[in-house]
């Protein structure tokens, strides 16, 4: 299929060098925060131009200034040679500057086909037309080649899904000019395949594409050009293939990361937790264990059950089946509060449905597990309350403007550390981490890293999920592979190269 035919994509005018958008000296202000300073960037039509940079690099308010969310404090936007104002949502989309963001903001409670049509539904006299909505959509996907249904409601999706789908409605809507942060996050490799090959078709048909990513290998793989922000300023733009990742880490955090992959050898103590034969909604038949000081990685596509078996272990989900052992001890873990208790600690893999309370302030959020210490009788203690907030944004390196701003103003790299810090409050024995790194930096991922290793020390064990293959691979001491809902494969060091592993995940 020609990219011509995606309905709504616009492609450039052919020979144009003029480029189609271009930032001049582009500033941005909020009160005292310096978030852009005097950026220069030009974007070609029909390029694929990544930007990198660490969280709190000023990638999202570019996003935000690009689509009309934020309004520049100085400095010019030219789109096609003309200044534009790009005073707001409404102006970006009419020029077709369109943008796929990390989190999916639609409509879960409506179908996919609703979601795509959403604001342009199709209507006959005044009713809508929902069945031929669903066939529109769904040839739309099946052109696009997303393998999603269009009837579905967008809820019943996994978040990868629901991904596509955004990124189909992005592509579809008068697209010149498209902005991805952090796509491919949530998908499987399949899915991530399929993103690529749509990029790839929208930019031969001359749309230009903004490609935001912490996974510096998709930058090499799809990417020509690339510019680096650092502290809100721009550091350079260069061609990709005359670049290197080494390169691009300095750029981004002004100092060499010799080992991404950070790990430290700790020796193991006693089991923590041991299940037999455990099953639940979406898996069966799992036993494993973990000891203290010991990383155990769980691998597999999304819906192989990883995340509902932990789930179950946190005492979200009933078992249907097998025994959990705390301790060597057989226990019933009925609920969460249970879980939480005897000393079991979950980082969920979305950290804003399932991690944070986005309209509280940070410091509430990283005591939230130990509110019950901060209290006398039924007041809670302000000051102890204070202390122990300050304590932890200041170990956990938490970048905030204060303790009472409101989680949701926090980049993804420090809302997951405070997710994560959290726990450490608590003091928990057992640390399951549900994709801990999905859309931070490499010197966040560092960090995060260098916090697994302090809890082993402290004689916890940690369970890590994760779908990009080199994190599990590299950090954990005994990689179980999950497929179809069951453990189908386990490996003590590095015994099995990465290639089996994902074979074995895949199931060919």
């Known amino acids: 299929m020609l990219i011509d035919t995606l309905p709504g994509a616009t492609a450039a005018p052919p020979g144009s060098t003029v ?33 990198v940079g660490e969280n709190g690099a000023g990638k999202s308010t570019l996003i935000k200034t690009l689509t009309g969310v934020h309004q520049r404090s100085s400095g010019e936007i030219l789109w096609e040679g003309r200044s534009v104002a790009l005073a707001s949502p409404h102006e970006a989309i009419g020029l077709g500057i369109n943008a796929v963001h990390q989190e999916v903001v639609l409509c879960p409670h409506l179908s996919v086909a609703a979601n795509l049509f959403l604001g342009d539904e199709k209507t006959r006299f005044g009713l809508l037309r929902h069945r031929d909505m669903v066939a529109a959509a769904q040839k739309i996907l099946d052109d696009i080649g997303f393998a999603l249904p269009a009837r579905a409601t967008l809820s019943s999706l996994t978040i990868g899904q629901q991904q596509l789908v955004a990124t189909a409605r992005a592509a579809t809507r008068g697209t010149r000019f498209l902005i991805f942060d952090e796509p491919t996050g949530y998908l499987t490799r399949q899915e991530a395949a399929q993103l690529f090959a749509l990029i790839r078709r929208l930019k031969q048909g001359g ?18 050009r690339v510019s680096i922000l650092r502290d809100g300023a721009l550091v350079s733009t260069g061609i990709v293939a005359e670049t290197n990742e080494a390169a691009l880490i300095r750029g981004m955090i002004n100092r060499s990361v010799d080992q991404v992959h950070y790990k430290e050898q700790v020796p193991f103590g006693a089991e923590i937790l041991r299940t037999e034969a455990l099953s639940g909604p979406g898996f069966d038949d799992v036993s494993m264990s973990v000891r203290a000081g010991e990383v155990i990685g769980l691998y597999g596509l999304i819906g192989a059950g990883r995340s509902e078996f932990v789930q179950t272990v946190f005492g979200r989900f009933a078992k249907t089946g097998g ?15 249970d879980a939480i208790r005897r000393g079991i600690a979950l980082v969920p893999e979305s950290r804003r449905d399932q991690g944070l309370c986005l309209n509280l302030g940070v410091g509430l959020n990283v005591n939230l597990s130990i509110f019950d210490r901060l209290t006398r009788g039924p007041v809670l203690d302000g000051r102890a309350e204070k202390t122990a907030a300050d304590r932890q944004i200041r170990d956990m390196q938490v970048k905030a403007a204060s303790r009472d701003a409101p989680a949701s103003s926090l980049s993804g790299g420090n809302q997951q550390k405070v997710v994560v810090g959290k726990w450490l409050n608590h003091g928990a024995k057992l640390f399951i981490f549900d994709e801990p ?3 931070v930096d490499v010197g966040t991922k560092v960090e995060i890293y260098k916090i697994f ?56």
């Open 19 to 51: 480029p189609i958008l271009s930032l001049q000296k582009l500033d941005k202000r909020f009160g005292a925060t310096h978030a852009l300073k005097g950026v220069d960037i030009d974007f070609q039509p029909g390029e694929i131009h990544a930007i």
């Open 323 to 337: 025994q959990v052992f705390w301790n060597g001890q057989p226990v019933a873990i009925r609920n969460e509060a």
């Open 437 to 439: 790194t999905v859309g």
């Open 453 to 508: 290793a302090r809890l082993l020390k402290n004689g916890a064990g940690i369970i890590l999920i994760s779908s990009y293959l080199p994190e599990v691979y590299d950090l954990c001491d005994t990689l179980h592979v999950f497929r179809r809902g069951r453990l189908v494969a386990s490996h003590i060091g590095h015994k099995a190269g990465q290639e089996s592993i994902l074979t074995e995940a895949i199931g060919v």
């Open 207 to 224: 749309v230009t594409i903004v490609y935001i990513s912490h996974r510096l290998e998709e930058v090499f793989e799809l990417a020509d």
